[in-house]
């Protein structure tokens, strides 16, 4: 590879980099919502879950292991 491309190498892969920073969503989910402190301000939030209407699928897993549930719009 000749040295003078180079260059033109790192500039594509800045360019590319900087092209992801800028489509990032504003609603993404994470871990323990946007500000990643596990608070939602503003939501009228179920008080109690009753398994029996809000169940949407239940699945056997085989193993040990556990989760977080995730509620999403």
Do not use: E
């Not at 040295?3 to 900087?18: M, Q, R, V, Y």
């Not at 809000?54 to 085989?62: D, M, P, S």
């Amino acid at each position: 590879m000749k040295l003078l491309n180079l260059p033109k190498i790192l500039f594509g892969c800045l360019l590319a980099g900087s092209a992801c920073l800028s489509i990032q969503g504003d609603t993404w989910s994470r871990f323990r919502g946007a500000a990643g402190d596990g608070v939602a301000t503003g939501q009228k939030l179920p008080t109690k879950i009753d398994l029996k209407s809000h169940l949407v699928y239940k699945v056997k897993l085989g193993g040990n292991g556990n989760g977080s549930p995730v509620l999403w719009n």
